[in-house]
């Protein structure tokens, strides 16, 4: 039983690319979510989804695109890369009434 | 602005002493979880609150819910450095929505 795993764990990218981070789960969890993680800031919601098909914003939404293709799968897309997305983005599932099981983290630096 | 508040910021003790981190709001909770996180490592769920008042136990960490379901407080007692970490308190406005605390960040010195 993998939980939740992320990739890649690291990369670095120029100003204006674009990239997918991936993210999958085998726990049949029906809620996925996107947080970034920046210092002294915590964890800020960027996306989430509450089953396959279904997709809604968090906090700090834009520069970023999700899809929930299938319940596995919740893939985050950032659209054209900027310095302010440097960050630690986790990934995290859970069903309605358990607390989420988060991923080990992608460490991505925009230059 | 951070929807929950989180204190201290920093917290270094002695092994052995004990320490208490508050998360207050102003915000009332359907629920409110508690996570510690490692360096490197996503954060790891220790517990769940959901009654006004709750007081849950897990070993030497003992967890507080207020009575209005703004606040809670973590306590542990007797630390020991494999407590180290950053926790950090999640609280649910609604079903789907977890925000969280800017965390604070525990050092026990051997």
């Known amino acids: 039983n993998a939980g939740v795993t992320q990739t890649p764990k690291f990369q670095v990218l120029k100003t204006g690319q674009s990239m997918t981070l991936q993210c999958a789960q085998d726990?049949?969890?029906?809620?996925m979510s996107w947080y970034r993680q920046d210092p002294g800031m915590g964890l800020r919601l960027i996306h989430y989804?509450?089953?396959?098909?279904?997709?809604d914003q968090g906090e700090v939404p834009n520069g970023y695109n999700v899809s929930r293709s299938t319940t596995e799968d919740f893939p985050l897309r950032l659209l054209s890369a900027a310095p302010s997305q440097t960050s630690v983005y986790f990934c995290?599932?859970?069903?309605?009434?358990?607390?989420?099981?988060f991923g080990s983290g992608t460490r991505l630096t925009v230059v | 602005t951070q929807l929950l508040e989180q204190s201290p910021q920093f917290l270094s003790i002695q092994e052995g002493e004990n320490l208490t981190v508050y998360c207050n709001s102003s915000?009332?909770?359907?629920?409110l979880q508690w996570y510690r996180q490692e360096p490197g490592e996503g954060p790891v769920l220790l517990v769940t609150?959901?009654?006004?008042?709750e007081v849950k136990k897990l070993k030497r960490l003992t967890f507080q819910f207020g009575d209005a379901r703004k606040d809670s407080s973590l306590h542990i007692t007797a630390a020991q450095p494999g407590d180290t970490g950053l926790y950090l308190c999640?609280?649910?406005?609604?079903?789907?929505?977890?925000?969280f605390g800017a965390g604070t960040t525990v050092t026990v010195r051997a």
């Open positions: 995290a599932s859970r069903t309605q009434m358990d607390g989420y099981t």
């Open positions: 726990m049949n969890h029906e809620y």
């Open positions: 989804s509450v089953g396959a098909g279904i997709t």
């Open positions: 915000s009332v909770f359907s629920s």
């Open positions: 609150v959901v009654t006004g008042g």
């Open positions: 999640a609280g649910h406005l609604n079903d789907y929505k977890l925000s």
